[in-house]
């Protein structure tokens, strides 16, 4: 089945301790991106990759960091996560970029104390 | 400075009736947009797109409306069903610009029995 997975589904964790956020496509996709939703202020980009190796900033990256080193795998990683981080976070992937329909993890809600 | 704006932040509509979403934006160099639909605990799922050569784009129940001059675009549902009841997300781009996508707050659509 044609999916993106997201793990873990919920998380809570405590200021400053590091934490990573998989992601992962089995759809051969190029393009690859990670949002967050909070209340008010819907979906916001975190960063985005159009290819492996090949990552850029969003309209939020301060205080993420993403790497693609293969096509299908799109890690989130929070190295001092913050309270302000709390917040619901998907990972999407397209075909070939923004032209074209995402497909979105089941979601990723995490919480800072 | 919210580029994709929309301005309901919930709306109820009849079952059977129309159901009508609206998007607002700012950017003139956006050229692509969709619509997505989200379920509680579930990422978003792509439901219709236009490009801005057209001014109109129909899937099914759902008929999206690009007023270029006006920077506005429209969601139309006919007819509405109870599984319609979810949250809708307006989405923009710039393609040859750079590959963000910007979302706007959402807009949550309840269809009465």
């Not at chain 1, 693609?68 to 070939?96: D, G, H, M, V």
């Not at chain 2, 919930?10 to 159901?19: A, D, P, T, Y």
Request: some cysteine.
């Amino acid at each position: 089945e044609a999916q993106v997975t997201q793990n873990p589904r919920y998380l809570i964790t405590v200021t400053g301790k590091k934490l990573t956020v998989t992601c992962s496509q089995n759809m051969n996709h190029e393009y690859m991106s990670w949002y967050r939703q909070d209340p008010g202020l819907g979906l916001r980009q975190i960063y985005y990759s159009m290819n492996v190796e090949v990552t850029d900033k969003g309209d939020v990256p301060e205080g993420y960091k993403v790497s693609r080193k293969e096509k299908r795998n799109f890690p989130l990683i929070l190295e001092s996560p913050s309270p302000n981080q709390t917040s619901l976070y998907f990972c999407a992937s397209s075909f070939e970029g923004i032209n074209e329909k995402l497909f979105f993890g089941s979601g990723t809600q995490l919480s800072v104390l | 400075d919210q580029q994709v704006k929309q301005n309901s932040p919930s709306l109820s509509v009849q079952e059977g009736r129309i159901s009508i979403l609206n998007c607002d934006y700012t950017n003139s160099m956006f050229d692509y947009f969709l619509w997505y639909k989200k379920y509680p605990a579930e990422g978003p799922t792509f439901l219709i797109s236009i490009s801005s050569i057209k001014d109109k784009n129909e899937d099914g129940r759902f008929t999206v409306f690009l007023n270029k001059s006006a920077k506005h675009l429209s969601l139309h549902i006919v007819p509405s069903q109870p599984g319609d009841s979810a949250v809708y997300f307006c989405a923009a781009s710039a393609i040859g610009r750079d590959d963000k996508i910007i979302f706007g707050k959402g807009t949550r659509l309840h269809i009465l029995p």
